[in-house]
């Protein structure tokens, strides 16, 4: 399994930025998905994810409100739709998928692949 991690970039405080994953290759058995980020001498964390059979994805309590996490399950793709940006958000954000199930899907060790990470940056 291959994901490809687009959308980061610059952005003032406040803006918005939309992040996209696709998966490919051998994706029938990786219905959980996720999205981390790590800032500079920081532990990777946990920002929203969730599997295929979920309701609601969870968050990250330091993005409810701002981030809005969906999947297209037909195109192997999630999406991190991020609003209101504030500078504490700036980190290398990556999507993951493994074979999750929701009650883990904000452990990083829950998942079996990652994409290459995707810098955002937001200034004040």
């Known amino acids: 399994v291959q994901l490809q991690a687009s959308g980061g970039g610059l952005v003032h405080a406040g803006g918005s930025l939309r992040l996209s994953c696709a998966a490919s290759g051998e994706t029938n058995d990786i219905y959980g998905r996720g999205w981390f980020r790590q800032a500079p001498g920081k532990e990777r964390e946990f920002v929203a994810g969730s599997t295929r059979r979920s309701g609601a994805p969870l968050y990250a309590d330091s993005v409810k409100g701002r981030f809005t996490f969906s999947r297209d399950n037909a195109k192997n793709t999630v999406y991190l739709q991020m609003n209101s940006l504030e500078p504490e958000d700036t980190a290398v954000y990556y999507c993951?998928?493994?074979?999750?199930?929701?009650?883990?899907?904000?452990?990083?060790?829950?998942?079996?692949?990652w994409g290459q990470g995707t810098q955002v940056t937001v200034s004040s």
């Open positions: 993951a998928a493994g074979r999750t199930i929701l009650s883990t899907v904000d452990r990083t060790s829950a998942y079996y692949y």
